[in-house]
């Protein structure tokens, strides 16, 4: 799961000709057969993110969202049942969910006096239900749902896989009898940085083939690939701030992360792609693995 | 000089009573009367003579072709290289040295010194400001630019008057007189290159070149990277050069006459060395040192006298610098050989050099003598030097030749100097801990300034290691690099008005970084803030340490470097100045002030001051490692203190006119002290606690700037210091009195002080009588430091990484011509011959040294305090224990064998001290057993101690953690001063009962058992 620059780059330029599809994702499967799904799926996602980001403002032009408009009206004019908006989607290379908000946005300011809020926005669109218009609703749920990387329902899996990582590392640290505080008791105690775990004893982890072990203060845990834009942004806001805080700590990627940014451990912040086994705590030797 | 070198040569006056007459004048009353009469007529001359001393050595040695670190060549004055230079006609400004001749006018030069001076640091305009940006604020680029002129000021002022106002052309009679105390002279800055730090080759092919009569003055302080040297004209020295002459000529005179005299006694010929024609020899790079023979030495009357009254000058503290003379004895020690003397090659002034005739040295073989005869009065300082000085030192096959005995001395002191070896792991660049008691919301007045102090911090170490990761690239720049980011950061900061917030941070993260070794630069320092280093030196601090000798710069910078920022240092000086924020500054000192009046009233734990000196013994590392935590650290702080308070004033030269100076002193006079210095420093010197206080005033007054010591409070403080440095005799060792390393260390820094450019030179030599004696408690005070050994080898070199310099100086020698290696050869001596295996990899021991100081990382300070607490308490009463019980036990056993053997005995009448010897080597054995019963104690007392004294709420997996650290350190201490004494220990409690015993049985025997019991143990 750890991968080198080369491989990281070798299944990105891949992802690059391929649409954000489900069949997509399962060629992929094919051509890496030694990666896993989830690592696949993170590279993935990340990949089409990053795509969207580049081509976000294009479809953000005036005269697009018109046009775009203009083209679903057009659409479920023709037949409102038929995936009117989707397929518009795919047509112009953009993520559902984001089409659906565009779409949706204009026909509020349509009807609306006031321009709506964000935050009506995303209730919206997490629940299409509560749409005025019927046939949008529809378009919009069939984006949503289809969507296997941006709007509420990939979101909310994001954010169950996180949480479920970091149980998963809690129950770890349990069963290993290393003594933390997590997330919400450190915002209890007023810290201004809250990683998701800090050891409360630190402990040294060992790395195969190094010369040394690394002290532990505090792990995060991340629930996607470490590839390098997600990881500077993580090291600028939060990493080194944890750093800066409470010394070295871990990170753990556990859907693997690129080799080479591994280059902070002297530094203090090692990574890792799942719970290392080779620790060393205070007034033990090392843990048998 | 002369006069009274004659009338010692004459007999009429003892080298004592010579010397009681430069120290304490006309008060020595306990000299006979015809000694009192001959030095009375030389009386105005009196405090003329140290400097007048010095600069006669540094002259007469100028032929001298020495390895080691580049001396500066002496320039000025070297026709050869100034050829349509005007002879000129002698000034009214002579050299001090034709006054301490009977038939000169004394006051004539007296007017004219501080002149000379003054022309010397005139340079060109905007040297120093070359490096832009940062300005005179600058400092390592303010006093690299002023080096040169540093060199020039360093000469002590010999005439002494600070009276002599400016008297226009720049009077340099004098300079030329006076190879500068302490430095380089300027002049041919043109040519030559002043500024160099480190000159591969010793002696430079321009300076031979171009200077026939390379002088040689001995500390090459010359030795800062500063800006160009062609600043520098040379022409302000280029006048009056020759003004000397007529000084010298009857000096010449006086010499020549003394040296016949001399060829009457001792018809040595005067061997010059074979330098064949009147050039020089051009690639000195090549000389391969000329062997030295004490059968050769010319005059050794005159130098065995000249050497015992510049020994006892260097004993009695008259000089300034005792290592800075050491440095030029051993450079004589290993002169390669000396140049010849030719008339032919004498400019305008021949005598400048002295007489060819007559001079002190005449061969590599006359300063041989001299400085092994130095040397061997200084023995007692140069046993405190470090093992591989002490090496080099017994090593040197010319001080074999000319004083064996010495050479004993110094290969038994140098197997009798114990190995330092330093247990301190050096630390990565650690954050400052976030303690939510001090850093959380409820420390803000608002959200804002809480999340605003959020970002600093952030930004705060994203500064720092972007720093760390690039400041040594070239054509990096601090200010280009970082200054706008910092700055914003303040900015942000002055809004939310939470800079104290800020300075906590910044201050705590200096002392982090700045205490160890990687940080001050130095190759041998412990970080030392600790206990736990002792759990085991780690094989990733060795790895570090060898890098670090291996990457570290060859040369600390000569025997007297100027006040520098070294290793992580500089990232701090460069954040204040970048940050050029006036409400930071004014925080930073606010808080450097409080943690440096916190620190200096360390107090000594001194448990049981009645203790018998072996189980004193217990406690005794860890109070010297405390006493260099907080001594280096008040080091820092005061440095850094001195440099924000100064920086407002510190400019690259002093102000060019009186009227001026006399309108700035007005201003500034009126100025508080930033912290009351002075009244600490008086309070340390009554209070016995100098060898704490005056190494970071020091510190402090190092970093002033050039109106700091005119001015009254200041003066009164640089008198006390004079006053204290003359006191400090090495040799004096009465009770109460200072430890002999503490006033090693105290000579050493305060020399280094009067050699900084912005101390005046005169102030050495002119500041007497005055001195408001500071009157001492006489009890010994209970908090006194100054009578404990708190300083060892470690940190006498640790504060004073130059005087490193003499091994390296020594190390050159040793490595053969210098020249061909490109100059200074850095050795790799290994400090520590034991325990230096395969590295411990992964080793157990290293691994939970290294995680019981990250344990302590994230908590209260005062979990640590506790832990070390407890550990000390238990491991001192670990011995307490096991001597009541297990050598107790011993002792009656011992007690009950005695019985037995002496009711045999006096059947066989054997030999009580037989006796003595029979029962330890019976029952020392078992004091291996004081080491599990010393662990089992422990183990069981110390985790009761531990959760006794943390708070109820510590976290189950907190509090066993402090146990198990608590129990391994009082393990260590305990074990540690067991394993090394128990036998002794035993030994010496059995031996205490025999002789009770014997003299129990009757006065005769035991007597003889004791005799013996204690010749042996």
Same mark, same amino acid.
């Given at each position: 799961?750890?991968?080198?620059?080369?491989?990281?780059?070798?299944?990105?330029?891949?992802?690059?000709?391929?649409? +954000?599809?489900?069949? !997509?994702?399962?060629?992929?499967?094919? %051509?890496? *057969? &030694? $990666?896993?799904?989830?690592?696949? =799926?993170?590279?993935?996602?990340?990949?089409?993110?990053?795509?969207?980001?580049?081509?976000?403002?294009?479809?953000?032009?005036?005269?697009?969202?018109?046009?775009?408009?203009?083209?679903?009206?057009?659409?479920?004019?023709?037949?409102?049942?038929?995936?009117?908006?989707?397929?518009?989607?795919?047509?112009?290379?953009?993520?559902?969910?984001?089409?659906?908000?565009?779409?949706?946005?204009?026909?509020?300011?349509?009807?609306?006096?006031? +321009?709506?809020?964000? !935050?009506?926005?995303?209730?919206?669109? %997490?629940? *299409? &239900? $509560?749409?005025?218009?019927?046939? =949008?609703?529809?378009?919009?749920?069939?984006?949503?749902?289809?969507?296997?990387?941006?709007?509420?329902?990939?979101?909310?899996?994001?954010?169950?896989?996180?949480?479920?990582?970091?149980?998963?590392?809690?129950?770890?640290?349990?069963?290993?009898?290393?003594?933390?505080?997590?997330?919400?008791?450190?915002?209890?105690?007023?810290?201004?940085?809250?990683?998701?775990?800090?050891?409360?004893?630190?402990?040294?982890?060992?790395?195969?083939?190094?010369?040394?072990?690394?002290?532990?203060?505090?792990?995060?845990?991340?629930? &996607?690939?470490?590839?390098?834009?997600?990881?500077?942004?993580?090291?600028?806001?939060?990493?080194?701030?944890?750093?800066?805080?409470?010394?070295?700590?871990?990170?753990?990627?556990?859907?693997?992360?690129?080799?080479?940014?591994?280059?902070?451990?002297?530094?203090?912040?090692?990574?890792?792609?799942?719970?290392?086994?080779?620790?060393?705590?205070?007034?033990?030797?090392?843990?048998?693995? | 000089?002369?006069?009274?070198?004659?009338?010692?040569?004459?007999?009429?006056?003892?080298?004592?009573?010579?010397?009681?007459?430069?120290?304490?004048?006309?008060?020595?009353?306990?000299?006979?009367?015809?000694?009192?009469?001959?030095?009375?007529?030389?009386?105005?001359?009196?405090?003329?003579?140290?400097?007048?001393?010095?600069?006669?050595?540094?002259?007469?040695?100028?032929?001298?072709?020495?390895?080691?670190?580049?001396?500066?060549?002496?320039?000025?004055?070297?026709?050869?290289?100034?050829?349509?230079?005007?002879?000129?006609?002698?000034?009214?400004?002579?050299?001090?040295?034709?006054?301490?001749?009977?038939?000169?006018?004394?006051?004539?030069?007296?007017?004219?010194?501080?002149?000379?001076?003054?022309?010397?640091?005139?340079?060109?305009?905007?040297?120093?400001?070359?490096?832009?940006?940062?300005?005179?604020?600058?400092?390592?680029?303010?006093?690299?630019?002023?080096?040169?002129?540093?060199?020039?000021?360093?000469?002590?002022?010999?005439?002494?008057?600070?009276?002599?106002?400016?008297?226009?052309?720049?009077?340099?009679?004098?300079?030329?007189?006076?190879?500068?105390?302490?430095?380089?002279?300027?002049?041919?800055?043109?040519?030559?290159?002043?500024?160099?730090?480190?000159?591969?080759?010793?002696?430079?092919?321009?300076?031979?070149?171009?200077?026939?009569?390379?002088?040689?003055?001995?500390?090459?302080?010359?030795?800062?990277?500063?800006?160009?040297?062609?600043?520098?004209?040379?022409?302000?020295?280029?006048?009056?050069?020759?003004?000397?002459?007529?000084?010298?000529?009857?000096?010449?005179?006086?010499?020549?006459?003394?040296?016949?005299?001399?060829?009457?006694?001792?018809?040595?010929?005067?061997?010059?060395?074979?330098?064949?024609?009147?050039?020089?020899?051009?690639?000195?790079?090549?000389?391969?040192?000329?062997?030295?023979?004490?059968?050769?030495?010319?005059?050794?009357?005159?130098?065995?006298?000249?050497?015992?009254?510049?020994?006892?000058?260097?004993?009695?503290?008259?000089?300034?610098?005792?290592?800075?003379?050491?440095?030029?004895?051993?450079?004589?020690?290993?002169?390669?050989?000396?140049?010849?003397?030719?008339?032919?090659?004498?400019?305008?002034?021949?005598?400048?050099?002295?007489?060819?005739?007559?001079?002190?040295?005449?061969?590599?073989?006359?300063?041989?003598?001299?400085?092994?005869?130095?040397?061997?009065?200084?023995?007692?300082?140069?046993?405190?030097?470090?093992?591989?000085?002490?090496?080099?030192?017994?090593?040197?096959?010319?001080?074999?030749?000319?004083?064996?005995?010495?050479?004993?001395?110094?290969?038994?002191?140098?197997?009798?100097?114990?190995?330092?070896?330093?247990?301190?792991?050096?630390?990565?660049?650690?954050?400052?801990?976030?303690?939510?008691?001090?850093?959380?919301?409820?420390?803000?007045?608002?959200?804002?300034?809480?999340?605003?102090?959020?970002?600093?911090?952030?930004?705060?170490?994203?500064?720092?290691?972007?720093?760390?990761?690039?400041?040594?690239?070239?054509?990096?720049?601090?200010?280009?690099?970082?200054?706008?980011?910092?700055?914003?950061?303040?900015?942000?900061?002055?809004?939310?008005?939470?800079?104290?917030?800020?300075?906590?941070?910044?201050?705590?993260?200096?002392?982090?970084?700045?205490?160890?070794?990687?940080?001050?630069?130095?190759?041998?320092?412990?970080?030392?803030?600790?206990?736990?280093?002792?759990?085991?030196?780690?094989?990733?601090?060795?790895?570090?340490?060898?890098?670090?000798?291996?990457?570290?710069?060859?040369?600390?910078?000569?025997?007297?470097?100027?006040?520098?920022?070294?290793?992580?240092?500089?990232?701090?000086?460069?954040?204040?100045?970048?940050?050029?924020?006036?409400?930071?500054?004014?925080?930073?000192?606010?808080?450097?002030?409080?943690?440096?009046?916190?620190?200096?009233?360390?107090?000594?734990?001194?448990?049981?001051?009645?203790?018998?000196?072996?189980?004193?013994?217990?406690?005794?590392?860890?109070?010297?490692?405390?006493?260099?935590?907080?001594?280096?650290?008040?080091?820092?702080?005061?440095?850094?203190?001195?440099?924000?308070?100064?920086?407002?004033?510190?400019?690259?030269?002093?102000?060019?006119?009186?009227?001026?100076?006399?309108?700035?002193?007005?201003?500034?006079?009126?100025?508080?002290?930033?912290?009351?210095?002075?009244?600490?420093?008086?309070?340390?010197?009554?209070?016995?606690?100098?060898?704490?206080?005056?190494?970071?005033?020091?510190?402090?007054?190092?970093?002033?700037?050039?109106?700091?010591?005119?001015?009254?409070?200041?003066?009164?403080?640089?008198?006390?210091?004079?006053?204290?440095?003359?006191?400090?005799?090495?040799?004096?060792?009465?009770?109460?009195?200072?430890?002999?390393?503490?006033?090693?260390?105290?000579?050493?820094?305060?020399?280094?002080?009067?050699?900084?450019?912005?101390?005046?030179?005169?102030?050495?030599?002119?500041?007497?009588?005055?001195?408001?004696?500071?009157?001492?408690?006489?009890?010994?005070?209970?908090?006194?430091?100054?009578?404990?050994?708190?300083?060892?080898?470690?940190?006498?070199?640790?504060?004073?990484?130059?005087?490193?310099?003499?091994?390296?100086?020594?190390?050159?020698?040793?490595?053969?011509?210098?020249?061909?290696?490109?100059?200074?050869?850095?050795?790799?001596?290994?400090?520590?011959?034991?325990?230096?295996?395969?590295?411990?990899?992964?080793?157990?021991?290293?691994?939970?040294?290294?995680?019981?100081?990250?344990?302590?990382?994230?908590?209260?300070?005062?979990?640590?305090?506790?832990?070390?607490?407890?550990?000390?308490?238990?491991?001192?009463?670990?011995?307490?224990?096991?001597?009541?019980?297990?050598?107790?036990?011993?002792?009656?056993?011992?007690?009950?064998?005695?019985?037995?053997?002496?009711?045999?005995?006096?059947?066989?009448?054997?030999?009580?001290?037989?006796?003595?010897?029979?029962?330890?080597?019976?029952?020392?054995?078992?004091?291996?057993?004081?080491?599990?019963?010393?662990?089992?104690?422990?183990?069981?007392?110390?985790?009761?101690?531990?959760?006794?004294?943390?708070?109820?709420?510590?976290?189950?997996?907190?509090?066993?953690?402090?146990?198990?650290?608590?129990?391994?350190?009082?393990?260590?201490?305990?074990?540690?001063?067991?394993?090394?004494?128990?036998?002794?220990?035993?030994?010496?409690?059995?031996?205490?009962?025999?002789?009770?015993?014997?003299?129990?049985?009757?006065?005769?025997?035991?007597?003889?058992?004791?005799?013996?019991?204690?010749?042996?143990?």
């Amino acid at each position: 799961m750890i991968l080198t620059k080369a491989q990281y780059d070798e299944i990105a330029q891949c992802l690059v000709s391929v649409p +954000p599809t489900r069949q !997509s994702l399962r060629k992929l499967k094919q %051509r890496f *057969p &030694s $990666q896993s799904q989830a690592t696949l =799926l993170s590279i993935f996602s990340q990949e089409y993110q990053k795509h969207i980001k580049r081509t976000h403002a294009k479809h953000h032009t005036s005269e697009a969202i018109e046009s775009y408009y203009q083209r679903y009206l057009h659409g479920v004019g023709k037949n409102g049942a038929a995936p009117v908006l989707l397929e518009l989607a795919n047509e112009v290379d953009y993520a559902p969910s984001l089409m659906a908000r565009i779409i949706l946005e204009r026909f509020l300011q349509e009807h609306e006096e006031t +321009p709506p809020s964000k !935050s009506v926005i995303n209730s919206l669109l %997490r629940d *299409p &239900s $509560q749409i005025p218009d019927g046939v =949008l609703a529809n378009q919009v749920y069939q984006c949503t749902v289809n969507d296997c990387c941006y709007g509420p329902l990939v979101d909310c899996i994001k954010h169950a896989i996180g949480h479920e990582h970091e149980i998963l590392l809690r129950d770890l640290l349990l069963e290993k009898n290393l003594s933390f505080l997590d997330e919400d008791q450190l915002r209890a105690k007023g810290y201004d940085k809250t990683p998701d775990f800090i050891l409360q004893v630190p402990v040294v982890m060992l790395c195969p083939l190094a010369v040394e072990g690394h002290i532990i203060h505090w792990i995060e845990s991340k629930a &996607s690939f470490g590839d390098e834009c997600s990881h500077h942004a993580y090291l600028h806001d939060q990493f080194w701030s944890y750093w800066n805080r409470f010394g070295p700590g871990l990170v753990i990627y556990w859907y693997g992360f690129i080799q080479e940014l591994d280059c902070n451990r002297e530094r203090g912040i090692l990574l890792k792609a799942c719970f290392p086994t080779d620790i060393v705590t205070l007034g033990h030797g090392a843990a048998a693995p | 000089m002369a006069a009274v070198l004659e009338s010692l040569l004459r007999e009429e006056v003892s080298v004592a009573a010579a010397v009681r007459w430069i120290a304490r004048g006309a008060q020595s009353s306990e000299g006979d009367a015809g000694e009192a009469a001959a030095l009375s007529s030389l009386r105005p001359l009196r405090k003329e003579f140290v400097p007048f001393l010095l600069n006669f050595l540094r002259e007469q040695s100028s032929r001298v072709v020495p390895q080691g670190p580049p001396t500066p060549a002496k320039t000025p004055g070297s026709s050869a290289a100034l050829p349509g230079r005007p002879g000129g006609p002698p000034r009214g400004g002579r050299g001090a040295r034709s006054q301490l001749f009977p038939p000169t006018e004394p006051l004539s030069a007296a007017a004219e010194a501080p002149a000379a001076r003054r022309g010397g640091r005139r340079r060109g305009p905007g040297q120093a400001r070359e490096r832009g940006g940062r300005g005179p604020g600058s400092l390592e680029e303010g006093v690299g630019g002023e080096s040169p002129l540093w060199a020039g000021s360093r000469r002590p002022r010999a005439a002494g008057s600070p009276s002599r106002a400016r008297s226009d052309p720049p009077n340099l009679s004098n300079l030329e007189e006076f190879p500068p105390v302490g430095s380089v002279p300027p002049g041919s800055a043109g040519r030559t290159k002043p500024s160099r730090r480190i000159n591969p080759t010793p002696v430079s092919e321009e300076r031979s070149l171009s200077k026939p009569k390379t002088c040689f003055t001995s500390p090459p302080i010359n030795c800062v990277p500063g800006p160009q040297p062609s600043v520098l004209d040379s022409s302000p020295w280029g006048q009056g050069l020759t003004a000397g002459c007529r000084s010298l000529q009857e000096e010449r005179e006086m010499l020549r006459k003394e040296r016949s005299k001399q060829l009457q006694q001792s018809p040595a010929p005067a061997c010059p060395t074979p330098e064949s024609g009147s050039s020089l020899p051009t690639r000195t790079g090549n000389l391969t040192a000329e062997p030295a023979d004490p059968a050769k030495v010319s005059s050794r009357q005159r130098l065995e006298l000249v050497a015992l009254v510049y020994s006892s000058c260097i004993a009695e503290n008259l000089v300034p610098n005792l290592f800075l003379e050491l440095f030029f004895v051993l450079q004589l020690l290993t002169a390669r050989r000396m140049v010849a003397a030719k008339s032919s090659d004498l400019e305008p002034s021949p005598g400048v050099l002295g007489s060819p005739e007559s001079p002190l040295f005449q061969s590599v073989h006359d300063c041989v003598f001299f400085a092994v005869q130095v040397l061997e009065h200084q023995f007692q300082v140069l046993s405190c030097l470090d093992k591989g000085t002490l090496k080099l030192l017994a090593e040197n096959e010319r001080l074999l030749c000319f004083s064996p005995a010495l050479q004993g001395r110094l290969r038994a002191a140098y197997e009798g100097s114990v190995a330092k070896v330093s247990l301190a792991m050096p630390p990565a660049v650690q954050a400052v801990s976030f303690q939510p008691e001090t850093d959380n919301r409820a420390n803000f007045s608002s959200d804002r300034a809480f999340h605003t102090f959020k970002k600093q911090r952030d930004v705060f170490y994203e500064v720092l290691r972007e720093w760390e990761d690039r400041h040594e690239e070239p054509g990096w720049d601090f200010e280009k690099g970082l200054g706008s980011r910092i700055r914003a950061m303040m900015g942000q900061l002055s809004a939310a008005c939470s800079h104290s917030h800020f300075v906590r941070l910044f201050q705590k993260q200096l002392l982090q970084m700045c205490q160890s070794p990687g940080g001050a630069g130095g190759t041998i320092l412990g970080e030392a803030p600790d206990v736990l280093s002792v759990l085991g030196a780690d094989k990733l601090g060795r790895l570090r340490r060898l890098q670090e000798r291996l990457a570290a710069p060859q040369s600390s910078g000569g025997p007297c470097p100027p006040p520098s920022f070294p290793g992580c240092q500089a990232f701090f000086r460069d954040f204040i100045l970048s940050a050029g924020s006036f409400q930071f500054n004014q925080h930073l000192m606010d808080s450097l002030s409080l943690k440096i009046r916190e620190l200096n009233g360390f107090v000594l734990p001194q448990p049981e001051a009645s203790e018998e000196d072996g189980e004193a013994d217990v406690d005794w590392q860890g109070e010297r490692r405390q006493f260099a935590v907080v001594l280096l650290s008040l080091r820092l702080l005061a440095k850094f203190l001195g440099f924000v308070a100064f920086l407002p004033y510190r400019g690259p030269e002093p102000p060019p006119t009186r009227e001026l100076q006399d309108s700035i002193l007005a201003l500034r006079s009126q100025v508080p002290p930033v912290l009351d210095v002075r009244a600490l420093l008086q309070q340390g010197l009554r209070a016995h606690r100098a060898v704490l206080t005056v190494p970071w005033l020091v510190e402090f007054l190092s970093l002033a700037d050039h109106i700091v010591p005119m001015l009254d409070y200041y003066r009164s403080i640089f008198s006390l210091l004079l006053h204290l440095h003359r006191s400090l005799v090495l040799s004096k060792d009465s009770d109460g009195e200072m430890c002999f390393l503490n006033k090693l260390l105290l000579l050493a820094v305060l020399g280094w002080l009067f050699q900084i450019p912005t101390v005046p030179e005169d102030l050495f030599f002119v500041e007497e009588g005055q001195v408001d004696v500071f009157e001492m408690d006489t009890e010994t005070s209970e908090h006194g430091l100054d009578g404990v050994p708190v300083v060892d080898q470690h940190l006498l070199y640790t504060c004073c990484p130059y005087i490193g310099e003499l091994r390296k100086l020594l190390a050159v020698w040793v490595s053969g011509s210098s020249g061909r290696s490109g100059g200074f050869v850095r050795k790799i001596t290994p400090t520590t011959t034991t325990s230096l295996g395969a590295p411990p990899l992964r080793t157990t021991q290293g691994l939970q040294a290294q995680l019981a100081q990250a344990f302590f990382h994230n908590q209260p300070p005062s979990l640590r305090r506790t832990v070390e607490f407890v550990a000390e308490r238990i491991g001192s009463n670990c011995v307490k224990h096991i001597k009541a019980t297990l050598v107790a036990d011993l002792v009656h056993q011992a007690e009950s064998l005695l019985q037995e053997q002496l009711v045999t005995q006096r059947q066989e009448g054997g030999d009580p001290g037989q006796l003595l010897e029979i029962l330890c080597s019976q029952l020392c054995p078992h004091g291996a057993q004081a080491l599990t019963q010393g662990r089992e104690f422990c183990q069981k007392k110390s985790p009761g101690a531990v959760r006794a004294l943390l708070p109820e709420e510590t976290p189950a997996a907190v509090l066993s953690s402090a146990e198990n650290i608590a129990v391994g350190l009082a393990i260590e201490k305990a074990c540690t001063w067991l394993s090394a004494n128990i036998t002794a220990l035993i030994r010496r409690e059995v031996k205490a009962a025999v002789s009770r015993v014997l003299r129990a049985q009757g006065p005769e025997p035991a007597a003889r058992g004791c005799r013996r019991g204690c010749s042996r143990a």
